[in-house]
């Protein structure tokens, strides 16, 4: 898959990327802020946009809202992000296919990724 | 200030006056129609024991009535008039005692038109003060009763009002003018009070924020890094950079499980600062008690086994208790933990419920292992404690579990405990206060 990786961690983009790339055999493009998320996932076509919540210039929600609003390709959305209480995964999940928390386990990462797709096509399959 | 107390002080006091005025002003009529009515009576009798003693000049008690009634006569001049007469008739005199009679009856006259008219004048005198001062002291305790009313217990039923408001949380009042009095001084207290509480609560309520986003931030902030050392140690473990040899294997590997606890610390932690802020969400419903049960002991069959330990539970009510079913399954599973942990093998854990005569679902769980001494007893639920002497564990604990489990039982308005001696093994226990019979859960459902 092509995916847009939103994280303003240099450390843990690090991981991610290796973790996508090196496991999963994914193709990743990496920005570090909402802006640039919006950008790019407007320009080009990505299988997946993972997003982080605390970043820079834009946060996750914000970015999430304005990609939802003008992308035509309705490309899924995961947030990564270490906010875990109910309220926030709440708001996460309003707009975005799933949520994975951190710290992850890298090793399971691209696991968790295609399981919740799989999830969230049920689901408009269901809906 | 305008005072109630110096009003209400002069007004009783002005009563006071209005009512000893009465009371002298009856006695003093009194006394006047007394004296004027017995002056009257004595003239009469006068007259009557004069012609007595005329009858008979040796008349004894006629001239001893006399004696006596000149006695009590007055004024004076009448008292002469009498003598005189007495000693005419006394000395045989039929002219003198004639013409002395003639006067003294004259003088008798007019003194009783004098006395009668004293009389009525007494009356009416009398009716006049008397409903003079009984009009003023009724309108004085009239305006006593409406000042008590409007400036006493009208104002203050309306202060205990906004009290009681206060008193509910309903901090929601006007701040009116006070009166000028004694109880507008207090008011204006309970008015300064007022304030100074709610300012209170506003700061609590920025302190409990301010503490809300700290939680929110740090939680963010230690699980970054967190991230970025697990996943590296993850990664290097799973051969993503190529192989490594076994030594650096190992070290990384204990790498990955400290870095792992650390994360379960920091949960723990978080969760444990929300339950003690009471914002921890809780959600409660009716839930089955056989199911909750049975869940636990099935994901700790796998821990009871390895650790050579019989897990049971006996025979359960047939109750659905009010509670949030997985929060109350972390608290069971921490107590039978332990309970494992602590047993030796081929010993028995046992899980008792039971309801009790106030209402309540006990929850038990027994264990045969070492007991708790009474001093470690008291120190047990605090934060970071664990007692020394359990086996080497499959996985560390945090120090935390008693007291998130305390944390969550008291969150469901619950009470936990321990009941323990060394030698004896231990009973860790908590309450849960509210249940319905499981049949009308069925019937609902």
Redesign the interface.
Known sequence: MKILLAEDDKNVAVISRMALEKLGGHEVDWVQNGEEALEKALTNTYDLIILDEMMPKMNGIKASQEIRLKDKNKTPIIFLSAKNQPEDIANFLRIAEGHIPKPFNPSTLCQLIDETLANASKEVKAG | MKSLNLRLKVLFFLTGVALVFSAFKGYQSYQMASHYSSQIQLSYKSLNSINMLRKNRKNVDAFSEIKSIQQNIEPFHREDTLKDLVDSILAGSKRKTRETLKVYEANEANYRQYAVKHLEYNDSNFKFTWGLSSFITLMLLITAFFITENSIFKPLSKLQLTMDNFKHNKYSFEFEVPQQNELGQLHETFNTLAQQVLEQVEELKTLDQAKSDFL?IA??EL??????I???L??IN?G??GDINPDAKNLVSIAEIESDRL?RIINDLLDLAKIEAQKF?LTTAYSSLEELIVNTTNSLHGLATTANVNLTYSPLPEVAVLMDSERTQQVLTNLISNAIKFSPAESTVNIEVSLTNRDEVLFEVKDQGPGIAPEDQEHIFEQFRQVNGSKTPIVKGTGLGLAISKGLVEQHGGRIGVKSQPGQGSCFYFYLPEYQWAKYLDQAA
């Open positions: 929110s939680s963010h699980r970054t890094p967190l991230t970025s697990k996943g590296s993850n990664l799973a993503v950079v994360i969400p």
